[in-house]
């Protein structure tokens, strides 16, 4: 998979849990932080979308644990968005460890944007980001 976006980010000691790995949740909190740096990236602002009106939700995520990262590990996040329907998009991402690029886990994040009235639509400022791929 062609990844267009990716981000380093380094285990801090509070992520882990008593076993010493990275705890399962906080990998939702990298994932979520890459997609909006993605999304910054193309000049999409996640705090000014919000307050246009436009919520980006997720609707579901499938996280596939490979292996656990540990305090101190170096890792790259990488990150693709693509349609997925006509009102649903999917980032596809990835927790790569550094510096030997062993991936640690794979993820597929399905969304939508609810526009004011609660009604799922798509709007223009991310239907450009499907046409990058």
Request: net charge neutral.
């Amino acid at each position: 998979m062609q990844y267009s976006h990716a981000i380093e980010l380094k285990v801090r000691d509070y992520e882990c849990d008593q076993q010493a790995v990275v705890n399962n949740g906080v990998y939702q909190n990298y994932l979520e932080h890459a997609r909006h740096e993605f999304l910054k990236s193309r000049g999409i602002d996640f705090a000014a979308v919000t307050g246009s009106g436009v919520n980006l939700v997720v609707t579901r995520a499938e996280l596939d644990y490979r292996k656990s990262l540990v305090s101190g590990d170096l890792f790259r996040v990488r990150s693709l968005v693509r349609q997925a329907s006509r009102v649903r998009f999917e980032f596809h991402q990835d927790i790569v460890r550094l510096p030997d690029e062993t991936l640690m886990l794979t993820a597929k994040i399905i969304g939508t944007s609810l526009n004011q009235q609660g009604r799922p639509f798509v709007p223009e400022l991310l239907r450009a980001l499907f046409d990058e791929n």
